[in-house]
Structure formats: structure tokens, C-alpha cells
């Protein structure tokens, strides 16, 4: 799905390719789970959204590991990943801003999508989309 100029990869979305196995494989009474992707093309931009959720609106932590109850995000491509080649990342989906978070156990679903429209917007509103 791409809304905005940011491309989010999510299998809970019905646009998602493989958004039928996954419903036909979850719990129905919890949903898609709280692992989710954005694009944002290049790593300057992944590292100046991710810097604007963790200290300007409390979104969740820089990372490297997903694993913990507080919201996590990293940026796959120089990080998790950073042992694959272009090539393998182009094959994997894998882009140089492309951001993996894992939304924690703390505050509302409310409160986190408040908190990342906070940071989405003072980027728009700073032209931190637009530098790189």
C-alpha cells in the first residue's frame, strides 16, 4: 500500500500478496500482530523518520532487534540485514530505507497512531522528505 509517499508493507492490509494465507493461519481473535514495514526509499530518510519517532513524538527506540515489549524500529537494509549483498536484498524486498517495527505493549493503539502521525507530519512540515 502506498499512501502519502510512504510505502507500508503490512500482511494485516487485504493488498498485501500474501495477506489470505497469513488470515487463514492466524488466531481470529488477535488479528495480524504488530510487525510492520515502511519505505521510505533511502536510508537518510529511514534514519531521519526514525530519529523523529524515537525523540520527537515517543513513537518507540532505534533498534536492532525487534525483540522486547517497548516499540522498536530499525532500518533493515544497514542493519539486520547488512550482511546481504544488493543483490539479495533487491530479491528479499529489502530497500536501503526500508523500516521494520515492532509496535510494543505500551500505551494504545490510539496513542501510537497519534504519536506516528506527530513525526510524519513535523518531517513533511521540516522538508526532511524532500533532502535527500
Known amino acids: ?72 524500529m530499525s532500518c533493515s537494509g544497514s542493519s539486520t540485514s547488512s550482511e546481504l549483498d544488493d543483490m539479495e536484498k533487491a530479491e528479499a524486498g529489502i530497500s536501503p530505507g526500508l523500516v521494520r517495527m515492532s509496535i510494543g505493549y505500551t500505551g494504545t493503539l490510539e496513542q501510537k497512531w497519534s504519536q506516528f502521525e506527530k513525526a510524519i507530519t513535523g518531517m513533511r512540515e521540516s522538508t526532511l522528505f524532500n533532502k535527500c
Open 1 to 72: 500500500m502506498k499512501e502519502v509517499g510512504i510505502s507500508v508493507v503490512y500482511p494485516g492490509l487485504a493488498d498485501h500478496p500474501q495477506h489470505e494465507l497469513l488470515n487463514s493461519m492466524a488466531n481470529k481473535g488477535y488479528g495480524f500482530g504488530g510487525l510492520l514495514c515502511v519505505d521510505m526509499e533511502s536510508e537518510e530518510k529511514a534514519n531521519r523518520l526514525m530519529d523523529h519517532l524515537q525523540n520527537s513524538s515517543q513513537f518507540g527506540l532505534i533498534a536492532v532487534s525487534l525483540g522486547y515489549y517497548e516499540t522498536l
